[in-house]
């Protein structure tokens, strides 16, 4: 098969052939509407002759084709030709494009006009091919540009995704938002309702009534009235220094400290204080002068004070309380829980500046105080006041000195009065010495002296060592290891009665009866006769005083702890001791506190106190006989200390007063008795320190005075029969 000339196929006319279509298309029409017609097709459908005035220029027909639209890049029909060219190759198409238009300068090249079509004339879509294209011929020109496909377009997301997406995110923070307002509105509701409450509420403390302190027969020792407390704002003062200075005469306070408690803080909270005290326990009237000066910040509100109607009636033993009604003292301080209750307090919301008041159906909460418990004692306060007359009267003679005076029911052990010398004012406590406010009776320890030797006696009878009619021979001395131990009334080793050794005061005898009981045996009866340990009676910082133990006992201790020294002790614990003699040998723990008194009127009786056995009945009468001898033997020791009318058994004694361990210049002189002897009813004990001497004589005519007051008081008949006759040498 020859090849396919490149030259384009003519007609009989030498026109160029287009498609079969072209010529039935347009009505047979020889050269119109052809494909060279197409080419040929301007924008405004117009022939070249009619772009040019109707007749065409020779050799122009080139140029005149050349326009920007009949130019390769510029035709919008170049596709669809090179598809129904047959795909000829675009050099040769150029070529024949380029050529001289020679035969076709009298064709006349129009456009149809175009006639709408029909549906019945519509040409019918193209097929698609269904066989592969077949390869390129290998004669077609390299210069042909080949076809590119037009760029896919680029894929788009998927929007039922992007949807979903956005559905989901949109009801999680819906979600998260309506579970915060559930949060908000049902779980911490209290939480921000309170923390918007706390910036508009005002706190008043409502303290508790402190309880009272009461005698035996109820009459007051010490208790509260009404008063009125001050306090201050601090963020509503508005001149601090003024405020001082107006407040100062008027509380009794210095305007420095008035301006240290004004000065604003902040709570623990983070939130600034609004309530300050500036004074607890005003009077009535000087509060009322607060109040009229009319001070921005500064309020006084129902407060309460201590009293003490005595002054200085039993104030070593009642003690004093704060400012604030806390116990510093005494037994103020030793109950304090009991005695303050538990104070209350009124929360409240109001207004600011001008309307600072309460808000009606505002936020309002008040926990009502509990009064406290009130303390009823042994004490007798007729008793105890004259103990403490008789007491410092003659403790005036004693410049420096020391006193303390104990009373002591023997049956039951109840401190009847308990007294020290010097003292103070309770009501106003603060001028007052801290010496004077201790309470001597079980503060005060001493080295006890001769008092000690009816322990020893005791003991030794309890034992069966002696007997009341025992006779020893008493030299005028005694030697235990290098100290030599002297009596004030020479025996000159004579035959002396246990009477007449008490009566006297011998130390001789003393110490040789000592040998016959043993160290051991001593000591134990020291303990059960109370000494070596505090007595519990309700005292605070009671002393426990201390008993030599026998394996530090040195070759003179066999001399000295017989007769009452190397031992300590306190006014106290004696008299328990003497108290356990007259009470037929039976201890019973010296108590203050008789029963407690609830705010409802409730009493509560005190618990029972500590009884034990020391001495038999016997034997404790028989001593109480011996030491009858004190007070009637001629020359006795103890004569002075005789109330006319009774019976008294009671020794003296000498010692010295401990301070850390160490001895104390002057002498602590004592008389502890009994009456009536026969039967007693009461123990007093009165011991006097003096650093210049004389204690003897104070303590002999105090005790003397004591015990003649209490069994008047007490209605206690005198004693029916007369001290038996004591014999000092019986030959």
Do not use: C
């Not at 002068?289 to 006084?300: M, N, R, S, T, Y």
Request: net charge positive.
């Amino acid at each position: 098969m020859p090849p396919r000339s490149e030259e384009p196929r003519r007609d009989a006319t030498g026109a160029r052939r287009g498609s079969s279509r072209d010529a039935a298309g347009r009505g047979g029409e020889s050269g119109v509407g052809g494909i060279s017609g197409a080419r040929a097709y301007t924008p405004r459908g117009r022939t070249i002759r009619e772009e040019h005035g109707g007749t065409p220029r020779a050799g122009a027909g080139a140029e005149q084709r050349r326009t920007p639209r009949s130019t390769r890049s510029g035709d919008p029909f170049r596709p669809a030709l090179q598809v129904l060219d047959g795909g000829r190759a675009g050099a040769a198409r150029a070529a024949r494009r380029d050529a001289p238009a020679a035969g076709r300068s009298g064709v006349v090249r129009t456009v149809q006009p175009r006639v709408p079509r029909t549906p019945a004339d519509e040409p019918p879509a193209p097929r698609r091919r269904t066989v592969p294209r077949s390869p390129r011929r290998p004669d077609r020109s390299a210069a042909r540009r080949p076809v590119r496909k037009p760029p896919r377009p680029p894929k788009l997301a998927d929007p039922r995704l992007r949807l979903r997406l956005g559905t989901v995110l949109t009801l999680a923070i819906f979600a998260t938002i309506g579970i915060r307002l559930v949060v908000l509105q049902a779980v911490d509701t209290p939480a921000y309702a309170g923390g918007g409450v706390a910036d508009r509420t005002r706190t008043v403390d409502l303290p508790a009534p402190r309880g009272a302190i009461v005698d035996r027969d109820g009459k007051p020792l010490a208790h509260s009235v009404e008063a009125r407390y001050v306090y201050a704002d601090p963020t509503m003062i508005e001149d601090t220094a003024a405020t001082a200075r107006a407040l100062s005469p008027l509380l009794g306070i210095s305007v420095s400290k008035l301006v240290e408690l004004m000065q604003p803080r902040k709570l623990e909270n983070g939130n600034p204080s609004r309530f300050e005290y500036l004074a607890r326990g005003v009077e009535i009237s000087r509060a009322k002068q607060v109040l009229a000066l009319e001070l921005p910040g500064i309020g006084v509100h129902r407060d309460e004070r201590r009293e003490v109607p005595g002054d200085d009636l039993a104030a070593n033993l009642i003690g004093f309380t704060s400012q604030d009604m806390a116990g510093l003292e005494g037994l103020e301080a030793r109950y304090d829980d009991l005695l303050r209750g538990q104070d209350g307090k009124r929360v409240y919301e109001a207004g600011l500046g001008d309307l600072d008041a309460p808000i009606p159906g505002g936020y309002s909460s008040t926990t009502q105080p509990k009064p406290g418990s009130s303390l009823r004692l042994t004490i007798d306060r007729d008793l105890q006041y004259w103990t403490q007359v008789f007491l410092s009267r003659h403790m005036a003679q004693a410049k420096g000195g020391t006193g303390a005076a104990i009373v002591i029911d023997t049956k039951t052990g109840e401190v009847l009065s308990q007294a020290s010398n010097p003292t103070y004012n309770a009501a106003q406590p603060l001028p007052s010495d801290p010496v004077a406010r201790e309470d001597a009776a079980t503060s005060f320890v001493v080295d006890p002296g001769s008092i000690h030797k009816a322990i020893t006696f005791g003991a030794a009878l309890q034992e069966g060592v002696i007997t009341p009619d025992t006779t020893l021979p008493i030299a005028n001395s005694i030697k235990k290891g290098d100290t030599w131990f002297s009596d004030t009334h020479p025996a000159n080793g004579r035959q002396m009665s246990l009477a007449g050794m008490l009566a006297y005061s011998s130390n001789v005898g003393t110490i040789t009866i000592a040998d016959r009981l043993g160290p051991d045996r001593l000591i134990d009866y020291q303990r059960r006769f109370g000494l070596g340990q505090p007595t519990g009676e309700g005292m605070p910082g009671e002393a426990d005083g201390r008993l030599l133990p026998v394996d530090e006992w040195s070759d003179s201790s066999h001399g000295s702890v017989p007769i009452g020294h190397s031992v300590d002790a306190t006014p106290l614990q004696m008299a328990a001791a003497y108290a356990a003699i007259a009470n037929d040998g039976t201890y019973v723990q010296p108590h203050l506190i008789k029963e407690v008194i609830g705010p409802d009127g409730k009493r509560t009786p005190a618990p029972a106190p500590v009884t034990r056995s020391v001495l038999s009945p016997q034997n404790a009468a028989a001593l109480r006989t011996l030491l009858e001898a004190v007070t009637t033997v001629d020359g006795a020791t103890g004569v002075t200390a005789a109330v006319p009318g009774f019976r008294v058994a009671g020794k003296t004694g000498t010692g010295w007063r401990l301070e850390d361990g160490r001895k104390q210049p002057g002498e602590v002189n004592s008389f502890i008795g009994m009456a009536p002897a026969e039967k007693p009813r009461y123990v007093v004990a009165v011991f006097a320190y003096a650093p210049d001497g004389g204690g003897a004589a104070i303590a002999n005519t105090a005790f003397k005075e004591i015990m003649q007051f209490t069994l008047r008081h007490y209605k206690v008949p005198p004693s029916a029969g007369k001290p038996p006759k004591f014999v000092v040498y019986p030959r």
